[in-house]
T-cell receptor, first 115, second 110 residues
């Protein structure tokens, strides 16, 4: 199993550009999520999904869109990048059971710089 | 609004010593997670604590949960250099949302 994969590993954008961060998992996990990690602030949840076709907002959803058309993929879209979106982005997945998710498996991260 | 606080934020300790990292959270939750992150790397799950009084141990690390006090601890026994990393606790907010603490950066000195 490859686990959770993310592409690209590094990306530099100019303000106003758009892009999609890719995330895929091969563990058949129902739950997938996106976080951003900024120095001194831990991880903050952007969006999450509990299955194909079901997404919801996390703590910091503004400026980001997601969709979940398959169990495996959960892309994160930045429609108009801003310098405040410079961060490290992590995708994670976990199985669901008993009405909650178990521990999450994290991808390697994407380091995004917006100039 | 659920808030999660960890302390200390930074911890420098000698090999062979014991220490405890604290994770306090502000509202009721019965699920708490501990993760480890090495510099420049991703996060790795350490423990999942699902009920009051839960205690889990792996090697030199032991985690416990007191839901009444809204407190989890991560105890390090006889620290070794390989334990140097940043440790995060995370608490569920509602069923599927997670709030992470700001992390405790641990450095174990030889």
């Amino acid at each position: 199993n490859a686990g959770v994969t993310q592409t690209p590993k590094f990306q530099v954008l100019k303000t106003g550009q758009s892009m999609t961060l890719q995330c895929a998992q091969d563990m058949n996990h129902e739950y997938m999520s996106w976080y951003r990690q900024d120095p001194g602030m831990g991880l903050r949840l952007i969006h999450y999904s509990v299955g194909a076709g079901i997404t919801d907002q996390g703590e910091v959803p503004n400026g980001y869109n997601v969709s979940r058309s398959t169990t495996e993929d959960f892309p994160l879209r930045l429609l108009s990048a801003a310098p405040s979106q410079t961060s490290v982005y992590f995708c994670a997945s976990s199985p669901l059971g008993g009405g909650y998710s178990y521990e999450q498996y994290f991808g390697p991260g994407t380091r995004l710089t917006v100039t | 609004e659920l808030k999660v606080e960890q302390n200390p934020l930074f911890l420098s300790m000698q090999e062979g010593k014991n220490y405890t990292i604290y994770c306090n959270y502000s509202t009721t939750s019965d699920r708490l997670y501990w993760y480890r992150q090495d510099p420049g790397k991703s996060l790795e799950s350490l423990f999942v604590l699902l009920s009051n009084g839960a205690v889990k141990q792996e090697g030199r690390l032991m985690a416990s949960l007191d839901t009444k006090a809204r407190l989890s601890t991560l105890h390090i026994t006889a620290a070794v250099h390989d334990l140097s990393a940043t440790y995060f606790c995370a608490v569920s907010s509602g069923t599927y949302k997670y709030i992470f603490g700001t992390g405790t950066r641990l450095k174990v000195l030889a």
